[in-house]
């Protein structure tokens, strides 16, 4: 057992929100150490990587070389085969390599002095000694006990820091998500969603990088194979692909939770939930519940505010990731015939021409009200009023 000297502010976690999270302290001049259990920061790689350009602009985030394409749109279709297309002129959402996206943010985090260990992986947070919290890491298969004043579990959907500081929040709602990389014809301008018994509890998709290759997912209710559902979805949509690469995660579909720090231990992204219910994506939520977090720890520590003030300051985000999690249900309710319906009574009232003016991937309530300002779409509000 080796020990090392109290650390201010350990992250659990070397992913874009942990990494960020120990940028946004160290430039405010704190002591930061993060912990990664994978030997290389970025891999293996979970996710479809489809970034909203609104929402990484209003962060600041540079994406430098790890943009891959440019979408402009998605097409959307019901289980019967009806498809509604919104697309603009411009881009709208940006594909990205995630392997360099993540070494962006982990290049950043070291240049501004974070100390970041890989191959460490937190076992169990054991005790608070007074005001610091006990964790027991192990480090390339030698145990290690660390003092922390603060820490912050950004580890992701099946968290450490959840199941030890939390129990039993957040144990269940999960889709299992399996995505393959795939060679074939695509269209690289816009991402597809399939909805059908192929993917219970969620949908399929198709994010394109090129003509050529594109990511390929579902994501099913725990408990089913999604192995079984992804091989149904391709056969039943006749794709002619080569698989090129194949990977499976976790990702939290819930309503954003109440309760994320405790003491002086919080949660972040994917770990305290922070995805959209409606799409599964958390980079663009995660980075910013990132700076309410490491805001609120820096009143903290600056000027001895209470650390349970991260949950009130997360309620403006939560809103919206509340909204997100109502139209999931919503959808998730629906017998096939009735999606099929609904879609198709949207695109006779225009949906695909007032989402491409007042859409938006991130904030469903910028667009949700503004229904009541368009006659066409009053055949809609029922399904407004009841997600809302």
């Not at 996710?47 to 749109?73: D, M, P, Y």
């Amino acid at each position: 057992m080796g020990f090392f000297s109290l650390g201010l502010i350990n992250i659990i976690g070397a992913g874009p929100v942990g990494l960020h999270c120990g940028t946004l302290l160290a430039e405010e001049g704190f002591e930061v150490t993060i912990f990664e259990e994978h030997q290389t920061v970025g891999r293996p790689v979970q996710c479809a990587g489809l970034i909203s350009r609104s929402g990484i602009e209003e962060l600041g985030v540079e994406l430098g070389n790890s943009v891959i394409n440019e979408v402009k749109g998605a097409k959307i279709f019901s289980p019967n085969g009806e498809s509604l297309t919104i697309q603009r002129p411009s881009t709208v959402a940006y594909v990205v390599d995630r392997f360099l996206f993540d070494q962006m943010f982990y290049k950043k985090a070291k240049r501004l002095g974070c100390e970041i260990k890989t191959d460490c992986k937190l076992i169990d947070i054991r005790a608070k000694l007074n005001d610091n919290s006990s964790l027991f890491l192990q480090n390339k298969g030698r145990g290690e006990l660390i003092k922390s004043k603060i820490t912050i579990g950004a580890d992701g959907a099946n968290s450490v820091v959840r199941h030890s500081v939390f129990p039993g929040v957040l144990e269940k709602e999960f889709v299992h998500a399996i995505q393959i990389r795939a060679e074939g014809k695509f269209n690289p301008d816009l991402v597809e969603m399939h909805f059908g018994d192929f993917a219970p509890g969620f949908f399929a998709w198709v994010v394109p990088e090129s003509k050529r290759v594109a990511r390929i997912g579902l994501a099913v209710s725990l408990g089913l194979n999604a192995g079984n559902s992804m091989k149904q979805f391709l056969e039943q949509k006749q794709f002619s692909i080569r698989t090129l690469s194949k990977s499976s995660a976790l990702i939290p579909i819930s309503p954003p939770l109440k309760e994320i720090s405790s003491g002086n231990i919080l949660l972040v992204g994917d770990a305290a939930g922070h995805t959209k219910a409606t799409t599964g994506g958390g980079i663009v939520f995660g980075l910013r519940a990132t700076e309410v977090c490491a805001d609120t720890i820096a009143n903290h520590l600056k000027h001895q505010h209470s650390l349970d003030a991260y949950s009130k300051n997360m309620q403006g985000i939560n809103k919206e990731l509340n909204l997100h999690w109502k139209l999931h249900s919503y959808i998730q309710a629906m017998k096939p015939g009735q999606f099929n319906s609904m879609l198709l009574k949207a695109k006779n009232a225009g949906i695909e021409e007032f989402l491409q003016e007042h859409g938006d991937m991130d904030r469903p309530s910028s667009f949700m009200k503004k229904v009541l300002f368009k006659p066409k779409m009053w055949g809609l509000l029922p399904a407004v009023i009841r997600t809302m």
